[in-house]
């Protein structure tokens, strides 16, 4: 088949992670018969330094109208003297979610064996664990009413009923495929609109009897996460938190650099990104781990392409890799990104 994506490399150490994802689905692709079309554009600070505007009308565009979307990551020092929809993050990325409606983030956690010492916690804390974030992506204080008074600054954080509720859904749709367990984390002790997150979240749960509902504080979660991982299954959450401890979540896995992400809307169109930012301290370097994006690339070519023995190899492939430590320093190897790319690529497109 043609596989048609669009592919936003954009800042830091996004271009070069994509470069080594970009050699995985050329190699997957010609080993399962398929052609590649890319079709490329620019989002974030290359997209302001080189046209004037995060978000050019052209990146939206070809957004809207394909199949699935490929991205790096955004932002970095360089523009962090603009303001509001200025920047690469509040002009580029986060209005790209909420146009597509991609309201759903998922963000696995289940640490790979071979990298059970590359986390700084001990190994008896990740074995057994399993889980997933879903994290509310187009809502709440990421997106609520923004700016500066006579007194400071304020940030207004805003969920619908409609908001909570979908992504609820897919919460509970999600522990069905896995052990039927959903732990929702909110401040309902203090935030209002945790409150009405909660009771959203009770009144879907009634339709899912077979899955288990649990209620955790976001503080506490932070904990527990670490403390107790493998009790948890499909953990619901809004924006911002979802932000914060997908963040901690990675730290089980071993490294920012090997954890995945799919954000998803009612239809087939999904953006694949790896959970890392744009690491401008370590950009142009080649010691960028590629591992979750080459991990995204998969996860793209699975859920909005239906190709599911392509992106089995390459999820071996990687597993390969990392048994056999041809990776990145980050995780105890000596390869550059684009090694680590061509080596996966090797075993992936066998
Ligand atoms: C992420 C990132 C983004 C977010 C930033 C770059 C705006 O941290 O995808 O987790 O906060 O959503
Ligand atoms: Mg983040």
Redesign the pocket.
């Known amino acids: 088949m043609n596989i048609n994506f669009t592919y936003l490399p954009g800042d830091g150490i996004g271009p070069e992670v994509g470069a080594a994802a970009l050699r995985v689905l050329n190699a997957t692709a010609s080993a399962f018969g398929h052609t590649l079309e890319i079709e490329e554009h620019l989002l974030g600070g290359i997209a302001i330094d080189t046209v004037g505007t995060p978000m050019p009308a052209e990146t939206l565009a070809s957004a809207q109208k394909t199949q699935a979307i490929l991205l790096g990551a955004?932002?970095g020092p360089k523009w962090d003297h603009l303001k509001g929809a200025d920047r690469p993050?509040l002009g580029g990325?986060?209005p790209l979610r909420k146009t597509l409606q991609l309201y759903a983030n998922v963000r696995p956690a289940k640490p790979q064996s071979a990298l059970l010492d590359a986390s700084p916690i001990k190994a008896e804390y990740l074995e057994g664990v399993d889980f997933v974030i879903m994290r509310e992506l187009t809502g709440g204080i990421y997106f609520g009413d923004k700016g500066r008074d006579a007194l400071g600054a304020y940030d207004e954080c805003r969920y619908s009923e409609a908001e909570i509720e979908r992504i609820a859904i897919r919460a509970f749709e999600m522990a069905k495929t896995r052990r039927h367990k959903v732990t929702s984390v909110d401040k309902s002790n203090v935030l209002e609109t945790s409150r009405l997150w909660r009771e959203v979240v009770i009144r879907v749960a009634k339709d899912y009897p077979e899955v288990e509902l649990e209620h955790t504080l976001v503080d506490a979660m932070a904990m527990h996460m670490l403390s107790r991982g493998k009790d948890f299954d499909v953990i619901l959450t809004e924006n911002m938190f979802g932000?914060i401890l997908?963040d901690e979540a990675a730290m089980l896995c071993g490294s920012m650099g090997v954890i995945p992400s799919a954000s998803l809307g009612e239809g087939k169109l999904g953006l694949y990104e790896p959970?890392h930012?744009s690491a401008p301290d370590i950009a142009g370097q080649g010691k960028a781990n590629p591992i979750a994006m080459i991990l995204s690339a998969a996860w793209m070519l699975r859920t909005s392409f239906d190709l599911v023995a392509e992106a089995e190899a390459i999820e071996a492939a990687v597993t390969l890799a990392l048994d056999e430590r041809q990776c990145t320093g980050d995780i105890g190897g000596t390869l550059s990104t684009l090694e680590v790319g061509e080596w996966i690529a090797d075993h992936a497109g066998r």
Do not use: F, H, R
Request: charged residues 20%; without cysteine.
């Open positions: 955004v932002g993050e990325l986060l932000d997908t959970i930012g």
